[in-house]
């Protein structure tokens, strides 16, 4: 390593879990001795620091800087990007969270879904989009996620 020179030693990992599960990523990182007091791990998503407090259901481990989701949902799926710091330069290293839904069994005569998934939302996130058909009488509107 160039001294000085920030970098990431452990990387976090892509993931795919299912909804409501735990989703862990693990990073480390090292820089010069003599800015090693300095060093930090932060996290983002989808290129944003996360806020904690309004992300209550993530939590960064002060002692091994790893990020946790807790009853993850469809919508933490992203790309998270783990930032080593030592406050004159940086190093990032990311990975992708993907979170499936859970699976819907539905038992009926005549039945028909749609499902559109939606992009562009505010905060960066799709929409799924569910639609039912229940005999002939046309569409019915479901769900929003």
Same mark, same amino acid.
């Given at each position: +390593? ?8 452990t990387?976090?990992m892509? +993931?795919m879990?299912?909804?409501g599960?735990?989703a862990? %990523? ?9 800015e090693?007091e300095?060093?930090?791990?932060s996290?983002?998503?989808?290129n ?18 790893s ?5 993850? +949902? ?5 790309k998270y990007?783990?930032?080593?710091? &030592? ?6 290293a990311? $990975?992708?969270?993907?979170v499936?839904?859970? $699976?819907l069994?539905? %038992? ?6 749609? %499902? ?6 505010k &905060? ?7 639609? $039912?058909?229940f005999g002939e009488?046309?569409w ?6």
């Amino acid at each position: +390593m160039p001294p000085g020179k920030t970098q990431i030693v452990t990387a976090p990992m892509d +993931m795919m879990i299912r909804e409501g599960e735990e989703a862990k %990523f693990t990073c480390t990182g090292t820089t010069d001795p003599e800015e090693v007091e300095n060093l930090r791990i932060s996290w983002k998503k989808d290129n944003r620091t996360i806020n904690y407090e309004l992300a209550q259901r993530v939590i960064q481990n002060a002692i091994d800087n790893s990020l946790t989701i807790s009853g993850t +949902m469809y919508l933490d799926t992203g790309k998270y990007t783990c930032v080593a710091s &030592n406050g004159l330069d940086f190093s990032e290293a990311s $990975a992708q969270l993907i979170v499936q839904g859970q $699976a819907l069994t539905i %038992f009926a005569q005549k039945l028909s879904v749609r %499902f559109n998934k939606v992009k562009g939302c505010k &905060n960066g996130t799709d929409i799924l989009y569910l639609s $039912a058909k229940f005999g002939e009488d046309g569409w019915e509107h479901g769900s929003r996620r």
